[in-house]
């Protein structure tokens, strides 16, 4: 009897998750989404939308139009949200930085901040019940990421304080898409 290597490989999976706590989980799927480069940014996901297809009498004329394809409404602000909870609510970030940034843009955008630190978003993060092990690995990878999406505005002492850059702010609203 042939078994579906799917169904295999999840069962392996489960058994050796099973025993671990949530956070153990969570930095295994997060490491393996990396690994394979299995990405849930909606860009890379994007389909191609059907067109109908013609039969071989038919034929195509150059004035005809394709169908227009439907965009997603988007917030075209982040104030639009009541609270961060109603923001992570239809948010798609999955990533710890992908959080980070969701926070961080709705703190900056909501109260006007000029620049905020690290404690800042973690507080935030955390009332709202998204704890990450790290909110300054998460605030460094989105400073190094190309275009950056948090530029680093001054350093007090061993504190740095951050700043959500335009495509930083563009790259939050695509979450809530």
């Known amino acids: 009897m042939s078994y ?23 930095r295994i799927f997060n490491w393996l989404m990396d690994k394979f480069n299995l990405s849930d940014d909606k860009e890379e996901q994007k389909e191609i939308p059907a067109t109908p297809q013609k039969t071989s009498s038919e034929k195509y004329t ?18 639009e949200f009541k609270s961060l909870s109603n923001l992570f609510a239809v948010s798609t970030a999955k990533r710890n930085y992908e959080k980070a940034l969701v926070a961080a843009a709705y703190l ?18 955390k009332k709202h019940g998204h ?14 990421k190309k275009p950056p999406q948090l530029e680093v505005t001054r350093k007090v002492g061993k504190s740095m304080r ?3 850059t ?3 702010l563009e790259r939050a609203k695509q979450f809530t898409r």
């Open 4 to 26: 579906d290597p799917e169904i295999i490989a999840i069962s392996k999976v489960y058994e050796s998750l099973k025993d671990l706590n949530l956070e153990q989980k969570k």
């Open 62 to 79: 150059a004035a005809e139009e394709q169908p227009p394809v439907e965009e997603k409404p988007t917030a075209a602000s982040l104030k």
């Open 162 to 164: 951050y700043r959500v």
């Open 166 to 168: 335009t495509e930083g």
């Open 108 to 125: 900056q955008e909501t109260n006007s901040l000029d620049d905020f630190n690290a404690r800042e978003v973690n507080t935030a993060l």
């Open 131 to 144: 704890n990450l092990s790290s909110i300054t690995v998460a605030l460094h990878t989105l400073v190094n």
